[in-house]
């Protein structure tokens, strides 16, 4: 009841295409579902995250869509670039879990030029 | 700037040997975390702490340990190292109050163990 799966595993992308990333889970408790970018290298970093009060959060040309009732929600990276290119994670949370974040296996996205 | 660091970036060592990973944080998060990445397995939690003395087992807790004696470090301590626990291991932080579920993650540490 803790998991978070997360597909694809790998995504290639044309350059200027949309990329989509698909996220399950099967909690009802939570609350806070945040989306990590990951470099090589580097350490995950937080890139927009939405509360199940709304259905969709937009930051520049990320996107995340929340289906309650499904219990999914997806990352929408318009306009992909290569620069893009990272594995990106989404997670989830209870607010009174002190910030205890479940991540789903991660997705590897390649943005071809 | 505060910042999240870890230490060392990259260790190999035999396996039975203790090893401690040092994450050391300057943003005065209560929160404080630990994962390993594998492939395949995405990001799992070793250990967290939500204060000074506060310690807590995460999914994959077996064989690891922290402590947490003050708001700014929680050292990982591999007790004997196994080849199993070969992976990349990060250290987080977060604010409980203003954004608990905000993870600021270190830049990671590479193990081996042969």
């Known amino acids: 009841q803790q998991q978070v799966k997360q597909s694809p595993q790998s995504l290639i992308v044309q350059k200027g295409g949309i990329s989509i990333i698909n996220c399950a889970y099967e909690?009802?408790?939570?609350?806070?579902f945040p989306w990590y970018q990951q470099f090589p290298g580097k350490g995950p970093a937080l890139l927009i995250a939405i509360r199940p009060d709304v259905s969709e959060k937009k930051e520049g040309r990320f996107t995340i869509s929340f289906n309650k009732s499904a219990k999914q929600f997806s990352l929408h990276i318009m306009d992909s670039q290569p620069g893009d290119s990272a594995t990106y994670f989404c997670a989830a949370s209870t607010y009174n879990q002190g910030g205890k974040l479940i991540f789903g296996q991660g997705t590897e996205l390649s943005v071809k030029p | 700037d505060a910042e999240i660091t870890q230490s060392p970036r990259h260790k190999i060592t035999e396996t039975g040997r203790q090893v401690t990973l040092a994450c050391h944080q300057t943003?005065?998060?209560?929160?404080m975390f630990w994962y390993r990445q594998d492939l395949g397995h995405g990001l799992r939690l070793i250990h967290y702490?939500?204060?000074?003395?506060?310690?807590n087992k995460g999914e994959v807790s077996d064989g690891y340990s922290v402590s947490r004696s003050n708001t700014e470090d929680l050292p990982l301590t591999l007790e004997s190292a196994a080849s199993s626990q070969t992976s990349v291991y990060f250290c987080?932080?977060?604010?409980?109050?203003?954004?608990?579920?905000?993870?600021?993650f270190g830049p990671g540490t590479r193990l081996t163990v042969t």
């Open positions: 943003w005065n998060h209560n929160n």
């Open positions: 909690n009802t408790a939570f609350d806070y």
């Open positions: 702490s939500y204060g000074v003395q506060d310690t």
């Open positions: 987080a932080s977060s604010d409980p109050i203003t954004s608990p579920g905000e993870q600021y």
